[in-house]
């Protein structure tokens, strides 16, 4: 019987362009009379992503699809787009992410020991989500880690008695053409990155969700993390929408066998 991959190895001890390769090939294997996604084309037959981004009959932007980041770079590093300094690190986190950065703690990160990424890191992580959109509720499912998550966009109000979770709890609300999706109760166990960016159980979290076309979208991060942060601070991602492909299943710990190569000590 075929071992089957562990894509946490391939993601560490590969390079991320290989496992753009393994999941961004088409997965039409798994199924047969597949129908044509619902997607302008160009008078060739291939997706039109440069047109404008679809409507749903309530006048919203349509966010459905399959989305994927572009590359590992947000998931190693957050603030990849930021200038040196502009991170508002409390000295205490300062010091702690100076201290995984070489990759010395490795073995201390969530996504090694086989657990979620957290929120916001899983918005950039590699493998693509399919957000999923109704009226009242947007519902996201990753296939990183097989996870999901909702988005209650029902007037319903965040408490401050949670039960923390990895991607927290999320209200949603429409500005304009943008989704923007408030979340708490998350459990400060997660990095921001792989680089070793820490969190709190004070982190808030803001994204900002904008369908620039039908092929690309934004997604605006807005950190609020006063433990660990002076001052919240904000990122800026795109994601680019998959037309020939589906979720897979992703369970890291069938397999895992990297964690007891990494340095660091055990997972807190």
């Given at each position: 019987?075929?071992?089957?991959?562990?894509?946490?190895?391939?993601?560490?001890?590969?390079?991320?362009?290989?496992?753009?390769v393994l999941l961004g090939a088409p997965l039409q294997a798994q199924w047969t009379n597949l129908p044509a996604p619902k997607i302008p084309r160009l008078a060739?037959?291939?997706?039109?992503?440069?047109?404008?981004?679809?409507?749903?009959?309530?006048?919203?932007?349509?966010?459905?699809?399959?989305?994927?980041?572009?590359?590992?770079?947000?998931?190693?590093?957050?603030?990849?787009?930021?200038?040196?300094?502009?991170?508002?690190?409390?000295?205490?986190?300062?010091?702690?992410?100076?201290?995984?950065?070489?990759?010395?703690?490795?073995?201390?990160?969530?996504?090694?020991?086989?657990?979620?990424?957290?929120?916001?890191?899983?918005?950039?992580?590699?493998?693509?989500?399919?957000?999923?959109?109704?009226?009242?509720?947007?519902?996201?499912?990753?296939?990183?880690?097989?996870?999901?998550?909702?988005?209650?966009?029902?007037?319903?109000?965040?408490?401050?008695?949670?039960?923390?979770?990895?991607?927290?709890?999320?209200?949603?609300?429409?500005?304009?053409?943008?989704?923007?999706?408030?979340?708490?109760?998350?459990?400060?166990?997660?990095?921001?990155?792989?680089?070793?960016?820490?969190?709190?159980?004070?982190?808030?979290?803001?994204?900002?969700?904008?369908?620039?076309?039908?092929?690309?979208?934004?997604i605006q991060i807005t950190i609020d993390d006063s433990k660990a942060y002076t001052k919240p601070w904000t990122v800026t991602e795109e994601v680019h929408l998959?037309?020939?492909?589906?979720?897979?299943?992703?369970?890291?710990?069938?397999?895992?066998?990297?964690?007891?190569?990494?340095?660091?000590?055990?997972?807190?």
């Open positions: 019987m075929k071992t089957p991959l562990n894509l946490n190895i391939v993601f560490r001890i590969a390079r991320p362009a290989v496992l753009l060739n037959g291939k997706p039109n992503l440069s047109a404008p981004a679809p409507r749903l009959p309530d006048g919203h932007a349509d966010l459905s699809g399959i989305w994927e980041a572009k590359g590992a770079r947000y998931t190693v590093d957050i603030g990849a787009d930021l200038k040196p300094g502009d991170i508002p690190y409390q000295p205490w986190a300062k010091a702690l992410a100076d201290q995984r950065v070489d990759g010395s703690h490795e073995k201390e990160d969530s996504n090694a020991n086989c657990l979620p990424h957290g929120l916001p890191r899983i918005d950039g992580a590699v493998p693509p989500f399919k957000l999923i959109q109704m009226p009242e509720l947007v519902v996201i499912l990753y296939e990183s880690h097989t996870i999901w998550r909702q988005i209650f966009l029902d007037g319903r109000e965040l408490s401050d008695d949670f039960n923390p979770a990895w991607l927290g709890y999320s209200k949603g609300r429409w500005e304009g053409d943008t989704l923007v999706v408030e979340t708490k109760g998350l459990n400060g166990k997660s990095w921001l990155d792989q680089l070793g960016k820490p969190t709190t159980d004070s982190l808030h979290v803001t994204e900002r969700f904008h369908r620039k076309d039908a092929g690309h979208m934004d998959l037309t020939d492909s589906e979720l897979m299943e992703d369970v890291c710990n069938e397999n895992n066998r990297d964690l007891a190569h990494l340095p660091g000590d055990s997972f807190r």
